[in-house]
């Protein structure tokens, strides 16, 4: 598959890693490196105005959605009704069979999972609000763009467009979506940590930086108040699959990517991977020394329909209803035959934590410590 | 239970216990008080006094806090107005001091030492509390001799020591509390079947023998050491005498119930101390069952040490380090922080009081068939003073306390309160303490 | 021999407490050492040697006491309480529940009963001649045997089941003074006339104790037995095979968990708001982290005590050192328990020495923010056996403002302000001055240079002699001829089970062996187990 091969550092992106890890060796003797750990992490949602975001708010919960379901069996709507009033909070076994196997393949029933193309797009109601997270990728489609609720700018964020709606992903951060944060809470115990550097001349000050994203060998460690621990040793995972390395800057406190891939390998049901092409960052220092922000770029939508279809299945998550609506808002990297897109815009939401980062022949390469601090009045903007 | 009918029973038993197990049913009588409420109308035994201690670490404050007046009807002072549903049910005498005789204020200790065992020495000697004299006429004949409880974890926060072992160590868990005292040797009371449990017969029996190895350890040992062993031989006939009663068919107890079993804790020691206060309610909740089930008649229970270390949520320092370091409010009169621990510590206790008040027997409840005696280690903590005690006793014993009175008495020895007490539960005793801490009439105003 | 001298017994009632001198009429007589109860840790050691390690001890025991800086000296002060009792009896139910379950029968009983069902007394005997031995740490006599063999049988019998007897009489030896006390018997001593010492089995019981925190093992019981512990070879074969064996590291850490207040750990907590790196398994580590560092310089290296408060060598987890804020690699694959890494300070960092390890600054701190004065006390007391008074009874902190007091920003400042009281500074300029020069690590072990955005001072003085901050502290500290006299003198309290008399000769020689083995731990221990202070009650002088 192309695009897996173009997202993976096989080639471009290796190269450019060997090429800054020489540029490292080379720099100045007092180039200094911070280390962090991804210590929370989410699709960046904005469900502050549900309301607004949301006028029909038609997609309904988990009730909704069986009843939904159970309508496209065959049921009407009181029907359906009267079923659910002897359903547990799920629906039972006997009408979920026939509600996945609807999809029809040369007359043969079929999974709705692994034929959604042969099942009518339902047509889940998108998000028509005005803000994202996220940032301006460049697309053309200038109707199309929200508005970033911090730095007002346009955002490419089609994928919000998508979920914006939808019941499990009314978050309002600190809280993560419902199906991501399960996965979170639970995995981040025994999935290894997403690490990085930041490598400067001077990190008391604004200035060009070196950003590096690397898989650990060790899941994230908890302290005392259950979040993770700051200040403890991590190893980098030797292996280039998920080296990634990014030119960046720090200005006004702010630190920022604007281009490149990245690609992390994941270890959780939810972030098998996170792949980004066109990869923007924005990051600020907290007062507490933690890192918050954004990350945003295209991602391949197929790949969010397979995560989310592992997670939620139909009950209470319209799958097939979130695969067309993918789709079609699909903005990036169209298949030269089909035309279709294959990549869509999107943001995340991101805290890291203080580290100290170690190679596997126990060279200490980042320590904790502290990047230039915004500026106060920032504060103030609104 | 007088020790022959006891015998008795336990050879009736131990006589039936040779076939198989047996089952002597008991049914449940209609009403199983007289009519004016203080006896069973089966036995015609009285309804037993129960007595339970209650510390609190670092007084009322650095503030004044003894009412104007004495008597009925005073105004109860702000540090105690979460006991203000109590008033009529209790009685605070303030003003006592304990007299060092020129002995070292050994701060945090010696105050207690001084009032709950009417002796000030200069080390660490803490022998037969106010509760274990108590303990020792009402306490007999039931599973525990009595039960000791700390609220913030520390097993050795416990004021409670009997004449010759020292002090008891105090359980920190509910849920190791409620194991033990509700947990599979719990006998109902008012269940219909009684089965003795051959097990406890086996334990029973075979104890005896640990009694038996008594004489050769005696050999070669000085008189300390022999009392020391004669303690153990104390506990060991304690464990006996606990077995003993599990073997006989309780008495009913109508306002007997179970109460529901606590969550495991996660974590022993506590600090912060609304968490302590939580674990307090929890604890009075077991002990007040205890109590109704007949399981101890005495309770007692710590909040913490007198340096309490317990903590406002966020804030780094502790109650008692605030009660040296805080300044006092020129305005308010009082340290400001420090104040709000003590306020805590009286919800508590206004809490521990309406579980007990909440149990009827008969006519009256739980509370006044007993005697919540509530104390302190120091008069002012701010400057480690062993002047102006407050005490707090909720209860009437049974109508033996007379209640709802201030009585100061500034200067007096503060181990009047506890001679008080002891011969209000018929401890046989006419005077008490050693040397200026000696006193030898009771507080004749409370004695009904 | 017992027999003659329980003539006695009508006459101690006149006897001192703690003088073991009682007058009589015939001659005068020497009273038994007293009864030490066991610690919690030589119970649980006892029962893994005595039924095997698989034998979990799930319970409470009854809090310890300390005595002279020492819990194993409070040990001979205190009884069993009532509330007590019954958790020992808990706990040795738990265990004697166990040597007759079905994983364990076959290996703990040396034979298989005629009839499940019923006693039978020729089993019963076997297994409580053998392991009574153990427990009771002496042969049982008949009619011990014999009691015992009753009991269990009358059990059995009741209870329809052979084992069930077995478990009761288990229970019921668990619970006896003769294994909750350690009794120190005596007899004649042959070789002092008028003196009496310890009997071959107290000696066992008392090198046991001593040496490996534990119960005498068969070899020590033979020794006891055929006489030889009380030949000086004989003793002095035990002593070598002991502390050349691997127990002996068991025995060093119960010593050092004594010595430096280690129960203490029991009830320690920190507020994770402002510790979040202290959770509870960093509580557990600390402790351990402190016993690995001593083990490995004391018994593997066997080095100079005094370096043990500024060697840079250390054993840390992840956990532990993400708490001192120093990187530590770990290679193990992901998911694998924490592992203990050596590790080693540079040159001239704070963090060297166990002074500075959680186990000293968390250990004596509150909850919240830190107590120079409970560190000072701590170091003091615990470390160089010197006394510190108790705060008098009527202070007034007027001069002590809480922490949002602007001009006193950190703790040195409030405590100044304290000690110009003349009355507060008698005993604080004893602990202050030290406890402030570990200001740098905050109340729960954590580094730090900095106290509500004031530099932290960590200047102190001890004894006369100025330094500045923990590593001057150790240093100082490395220097003081008290730390070293300390050690001695709680190794030989810790073995005789008394604190050396003033002017002891046993003492003095103990101390220069001590001095001529370049501060070897484990030498003093040797000497100490070799000092006839342990085993000799001299004659009481005639009036």
Redesign the interface.
Same mark, same amino acid.
Request: proline share 8%.
């Given at each position: 598959m192309n695009l897996k091969r173009m997202l993976r550092p096989s080639s471009s992106v290796l190269a450019a890693g060997a090429l800054v890890a020489s540029a490292i060796a080379a720099a100045p003797a007092h180039a200094e490196t911070r280390g962090y750990v991804v210590s929370w992490f989410a699709t960046a949602t904005y469900s502050q105005d549900f309301k607004n975001n949301c006028p029909q708010n038609k997609n309904g919960g988990r009730y909704g959605n069986s009843v939904k379901a159970l309508m496209t069996i065959g049921y009407t709507e009181e029907e359906a009704v009267k079923i659910m009033a002897t359903q547990d909070a799920l629906l039972g076994p006997e009408y979920m069979k026939k509600i996945e196997s609807r999809a029809r393949v040369n007359g043969k029933p079929a999974s709705i999972y692994n034929y959604p193309e042969a099942v009518a797009d339902p047509m889940i109601e998108l998000s028509s609000g005005k803000y994202a997270f996220g940032f301006d990728l460049g697309s053309k489609n200038n109707d199309a763009k929200f508005e970033d609720p911090e730095t007002h700018l346009k955002v490419d964020n089609q994928l919000w467009r998508a979920v914006g709606c939808v019941e499990s992903f009314k978050a309002v951060a600190p809280d993560i979506p419902y199906f991501e944060d399960l996965t979170w809470h639970l995995m981040i115990d025994?999935a *290894?940590a997403w690490a990085f550097q930041v490598t400067g001349d001077d990190l008391s000050k604004d200035g060009k930086v070196t950003v590096t994203f690397d898989k650990t $060998?060790?899941?994230l /460690?908890?302290? !005392?108040?259950g %979040?993770v /621990?700051? %200040? !403890?040793?991590y $190893?980098i995972d030797p292996s280039p699959r998920s080296h990634n390395v990014f030119q960046g800057e720090i200005k006004d406190g702010e630190l920022r990517i604007n281009s490149g891939n990245l690609y992390l390998e994941g270890e959780l049901p939810y972030y098998t991977e996170i792949s980004l092409a066109n990869t923007h960052m924005r990051i600020k220092q907290e007062s507490d020394g933690k890192l918050l922000g954004y990350w945003g770029g295209y991602t391949d939508w197929k790949k969010f329909v397979y995560m989310y279809t592992a997670r939620g299945g139909i009950n209470g998550e319209d799958v097939v209803g979130m695969y067309h609506a993918l789709k079609k808002l699909a903005d990036y990297n169209p298949d030269p035959k089909s035309g279709q897109n294959q990549m869509i815009s999107t943001a995340y939401r991101m805290e890291a934590t203080t580290v100290?980062l !170690?190679t596997?022949d126990?060279k200490?390469i980042a320590? *904790?410590g502290s990047l230039p601090a915004p500026a106060a009045e920032k504060v103030a903007d609104k | 239970m007088t020790p022959t009918s006891l015998m008795t029973r336990r050879r009736a038993l131990k006589g039936m216990m040779a076939g198989s197990a047996v089952t002597v049913g008991l049914p449940i009588l209609d009403c199983m008080l007289n009519e004016s409420g203080n006896a069973f109308a089966a036995t015609g035994a009285p309804i037993p006094l129960r007595f339970a201690t209650w510390f609190w670490a670092l007084g009322l404050g650095e503030a004044e806090y003894r009412p104007k007046t004495a008597g009925t009807d005073y105004e109860l002072p702000p540090q105690l107005a979460p006991l203000k549903p109590f008033q009529k049910k209790m009685n605070l005498f303030s003003g006592g001091e304990v007299f060092l005789d020129g002995q070292s204020n050994n701060t945090h200790f010696t105050g207690v030492q001084g009032h709950m065992t009417g002796r000030v020495s200069g080390g660490s000697e803490y022998y037969g509390s106010v509760d274990a004299l108590v303990g020792d006429v009402i306490g007999n004949g039931t599973r525990f001799r009595s039960i000791e409880v700390a609220c913030d974890g520390d097993p050795r926060d416990s004021w409670s020591a009997r004449t010759s072992s020292g002090r008891q160590p105090a359980e920190v868990s509910p849920l190791a509390l409620y194991t033990r005292i509700f947990g599979p040797e719990f006998k109902d009371p008012n269940a219909a079947e009684f089965t003795p449990d051959p097990q406890i017969m086996v334990r029973r029996s075979v104890l005896s023998g640990v009694s038996e190895e008594r004489q050769d350890l005696m050999r070669n040992l000085g008189a300390t050491d022999r009392a020391r062993l004669d303690n153990y031989f104390t506990s060991l006939r304690s464990l006996e005498q606990k077995l003993d009663i599990q073997l006989q068919k309780p008495e009913p107890l109508p306002a007997c119930t179970k109460p529901k079993q606590p969550e495991k804790e996660e974590k022993q020691a506590l600090n912060i101390a609304t968490e302590a206060m939580a674990r307090h309610n929890q604890f009075a909740e077991l002990l007040a069952h205890a109590l109704a089930c007949g399981q101890t008649r005495v309770a007692n229970l710590c909040i913490t040490q007198g340096m309490s270390g317990l903590r406002r949520e966020g804030d780094p320092t502790n109650h008692h380090t605030y009660t040296h370091e805080e300044p006092v409010d020129p305005v308010l009169g009082y340290q400001v922080k420090s104040a709000w621990f003590t306020a805590l510590y009286m919800q508590a206790l206004h809490d521990y009081a309406a579980v007990l008040d909440g149990i009827q027997e008969g006519e009256k409840t739980l509370l006044d068939r007993m005697i919540l005696y509530a104390y302190t280690d120091h008069g002012a903590p701010r400057l480690h003073s062993l002047r102006n005690y407050p005490f707090v006793l909720l209860g009437s014993a049974n109508g033996r306390m007379k209640t709802g009175m201030h009585i100061p008495k500034p200067g007096d020895a503060a181990t009047r309160v506890g001679l008080t007490v002891q011969q209000i539960m018929g401890v046989p005793v006419s005077a008490w303490g050693v040397g200026s801490n000696r006193v030898t009439s009771p507080i004749s105003e409370v004695m009904a | 021999m017992k027999r003659t001298l329980i003539l006695a017994a009508s006459a101690l009632a006149l006897a001192v407490p703690g003088v073991y001198v009682a007058a009589d009429d015939a001659l005068p007589k020497v009273e038994s050492p007293p009864p030490v109860r066991i610690s919690p840790s030589q119970y649980q050691q006892s029962v893994a040697d005595i039924f095997g390690t698989s034998i979990k001890v799930t319970g409470r025991f009854e809090p310890e006491v300390r005595d002279e800086g020492l819990m194993a000296l409070g040990g001979r002060k205190v009884s069993i309480t009532d509330t007590g009792l019954e958790r020992y009896d808990d706990l040795a139910r738990t265990v004697a529940a166990q040597v007759i379950d079905a994983k364990h029968r076959a290996a703990l009983i040396p034979c298989t009963p005629q009839n499940v069902k019923a006693a039978d007394d020729a089993c019963t005997r076997a297994f409580v001649t053998s392991i009574g031995r153990l427990v009771y740490r002496r042969a049982l006599t008949d009619a011990e045997i014999s009691r015992k063999v009753k009991a269990a049988g009358d059990a059995a019998n009741t209870l329809h089941d052979f084992y069930a007897g077995i478990s009761a009489v288990v229970a019921d030896m668990l619970i006896s003074p003769n294994f909750l006390f350690r009794q120190r018997d005596i007899e004649p001593d042959p070789a002092h006339a008028g003196s009496m010492r310890l009997t071959g089995y107290a000696k066992a019981t008392t090198l046991a104790s001593f040496l490996w925190n534990t119960a005498p093992d068969d070899l020590l019981l033979k020794a006891a037995e055929s006489g030889d512990i009380h030949t000086k070879d004989g003793l002095k074969r035990q002593v070598d095979r002991m502390v050349s064996a691997g127990s002996m590291e068991g025995g060093v850490r119960a010593f050092f968990s004594d010595m430096l207040g280690f129960s203490d750990f029991e009830t320690l907590s920190k507020d994770p708001n402002f510790f979040p790196r202290y959770t509870l398994k960093v509580r557990d580590q600390s402790e351990e982290q402190t016993l690995r560092t001593i083990v490995d310089h004391v018994v593997k290296r066997q080095g100079d005590y005094r370096d043990l408060y500024t060697t840079p060598n250390t054993f840390l987890t992840r956990s532990l050192a993400a708490l001192y804020n120093v990187p530590l690699v770990e290679l193990v694959d992901n998911g694998q328990p924490e592992r203990w890494i050596p590790y080693s300070y540079q040159p001239g960092d704070p963090r060297a020495g166990i002074l500075a390890q959680a186990s000293f600054v968390a250990l004596h701190s509150p909850s919240g923010r830190t107590s120079p004065t409970g560190r000072g006390k701590a170091l003091r007391e615990n470390i160089l056996c010197q006394a510190v008074p108790p705060p008098p009874g009527n202070v007034d902190f007027k001069f002590v403002q809480d922490t949002s007091n602007p001009v006193y920003k950190t703790t040195r400042d409030r405590l100044t302000a304290h000690r110009s009281e003349a009355m507060c500074a008698g005993c604080h300029k004893i602990t202050d001055p030290i406890g402030l020069a570990l200001e740098n690590f905050d109340s729960a072990g954590g580094y730090r240079t900095e106290e509500n955005g004031a530099k932290i001072d960590t200047s102190g003085d001890l004894s006369g002699v100025k330094f500045d901050g923990p590593v001057g502290l150790a240093k100082v500290l490395h220097d003081d001829p008290a730390l070293t006299s300390c050690v001695a003198k709680r190794v030989f309290s810790y073995g005789a089970g008394r604190a050396p008399l003033p002017g002891e000769a046993e003492f003095a020689l103990v101390q220069k062996k001590f001095t001529d083995s370049k501060y070897n731990v484990l030498e003093l221990m040797r000497q100490v187990a070799m000092s006839d202070a342990l085993y000799i009650l001299p004659a009481p002088k005639t009036p």
């Open positions: 025994s *290894p $060998v060790q899941h /460690m908890r302290d !005392a108040s %979040n /621990m700051t %200040n !403890a040793t $190893v100290y !170690a596997t126990g200490i320590k *904790p | - | -």
